[in-house]
């Protein structure tokens, strides 16, 4: 789902990066009824803003998280499905998070090196 026509803009005004196509896809099939609240940007939103969001092909979306009923549980499926950049293990593919006027919200993007693991990294229970 799309939180409304701005977001929908976003998401077709620029080209999205494979691995963030991919991460999204999987996201809708795992998730019940994930909703994307912002996309592409053209420019940074908070004080914090590292830009990923402004990048071409884009490599981020975030995703309303109150509908949900454990956020930190849908990130860390995700990353155990999805590993940022096997040369900075301490990067994650999904993050929640609070952020200004954005709220709390997960926060979800990839990089080149991004891996997909189809079976996961490790054991998890299923979200």
Request: aromatic share 8%.
């Amino acid at each position: 789902m799309i939180a409304n026509v701005k977001v929908l803009r976003a998401l077709m005004e620029v080209p999205y990066h494979h691995k963030m196509i991919a991460l999204a896809m999987w996201t809708v099939i795992r998730v019940n009824h994930p909703l994307i609240t912002s996309a592409y940007r053209s420019e940074k939103v908070h004080e914090d803003d590292s830009g990923i969001h402004m990048t071409i092909p884009c490599r981020a979306l975030d995703w309303e998280s109150r509908r949900l009923d454990d956020p930190q549980a849908v990130c860390d499926d995700i990353n155990n499905h999805f590993e940022y950049d096997p040369k900075r293990p301490e990067m994650k593919c999904a993050i929640y998070h609070k952020v200004g006027k954005l709220g709390w919200h997960i926060h979800t993007q990839v990089h080149d090196r991004t891996i997909y693991y189809k079976d996961g990294k490790e054991e998890v229970d299923h979200v």
